[in-house]
């Protein structure tokens, strides 16, 4: 705990990821330990900006992260980023590569980054960003950026967790944009146009129809976005070259536009205990699961449930009734 809050540089780097793998661990006495720090570090967070950054792959979001990083370490802020490397549906394995993307930021004081993998989580997030992230506020860090995986339409639950989405789209998105739009766009409330360095004209059309789908969404989607509202933030449309490092001076006063306005009209607070609430919620189906599959009478009947329902001998929701009513007692 004094590690994580009492020190900077390399021993505040190690007590942060010791305190990240603790929260990462399976172990029951892992678990009971990482609850008494959360719980020692709760006063220490909430003070930071939580950032969340989404986009198809080959977007370029670790490019734009660490010229974000870069941009904001020079104005003497702090910059934590959690990048979660998808998992292998066969291995299981991660690469976590991006602190090799981001040689740079890596290499700075005042940066820390820590690749995770999703581990099968959907989302676009690894299962316990949500407690990194307090570990990162409680050392300090002014900004927390969260990175998805980049899978697509899953790519919602980082809206859950951060105070600000963003997401990140190619100059010539044309159809592509239809398609993840529903499960991505109508919950940003920044889009950013990397690359428009590459083809400008096609970055200044891909504006104007995100802009146009924005207002769109406006009035028939996110209830959290009105058009009409004076005192509340609409979805913007940026264009930016992170390669470049054009534009993210830009893209940052929109980011402070944002904040300064959903803190002034009470929006980021109702946010942050709405998604608490939520997590509570979140941790309880997954402990009630847990709890489920370890009840003695329950592993019992699972195998023969299991090979009655592959069979075909009884429906699989008789077969989940049954294993609830075993559970049940």
């Not at 409680?138 to 600000?164: F, K, L, P, R, W």
């Not at 470049?244 to 300064?260: I, L, N, S």
């Not at 009840?295 to 069979?311: E, G, R, S, Y």
Request: net charge neutral.
């Amino acid at each position: 705990m004094k590690s994580i809050c009492g020190h900077s540089g390399p021993i505040q780097r190690r007590a942060m990821a010791k305190a990240i793998t603790l929260l990462e661990s399976t172990r029951a006495d892992h678990r009971t330990q990482g609850d008494a720090l959360l719980t020692a570090l709760l006063p220490h967070t909430g003070r930071a900006l939580r950032l969340g950054i989404s986009g198809v792959p080959g977007v370029g979001k670790s490019t734009f992260i660490e010229a974000l990083g870069l941009y904001l370490v020079r104005q003497g802020l702090k910059v934590a980023v959690l990048a979660i490397d998808p998992s292998s549906s066969v291995t299981g394995g991660s690469i976590l590569g991006d602190k090799t993307r981001m040689e740079q930021l890596c290499a700075e004081e005042a940066a820390y980054i820590r690749p995770s993998p999703s581990s099968g989580t959907l989302g676009g997030v690894a299962e316990k960003t949500r407690e990194a992230m307090l570990v990162c506020e409680a050392a300090g860090y002014d900004v927390v950026i969260v990175e998805t995986v980049g899978v697509g339409q899953s790519e919602t639950a980082v809206h859950g967790m951060t105070d600000m989405f963003c997401v990140l789209q190619l100059p010539n998105a044309g159809d592509d944009l239809q398609a993840i739009k529903k499960g991505v766009m109508e919950l940003a409330d920044l889009v950013v146009i990397n690359k428009a360095d590459i083809d400008p004209a096609a970055a200044t059309r891909a504006q104007a129809q995100i802009t146009s789908s924005l207002r769109l969404l406006g009035f028939h989607g996110n209830p959290e976005h009105d058009p009409h509202n004076a005192q509340q933030w609409t979805p913007k449309v940026l264009q930016i070259s992170a390669l470049q490092q054009q534009g993210v001076d830009g893209f940052w006063a929109a980011v402070q536009d944002y904040r300064q306005m959903q803190s002034a009209n009470g929006r980021l607070a109702a946010r942050r205990e709405k998604q608490a609430l939520a997590w509570m919620w979140e941790r309880i189906d997954f402990g009630l699961k847990q709890a489920f599959r370890a009840h003695p009478q329950v592993q019992a009947l699972l195998p023969q449930m299991q090979a009655d329902v592959a069979a075909g001998r009884i429906a699989a929701s008789t077969a989940a009734r049954n294993l609830l009513a075993a559970h049940m007692g």
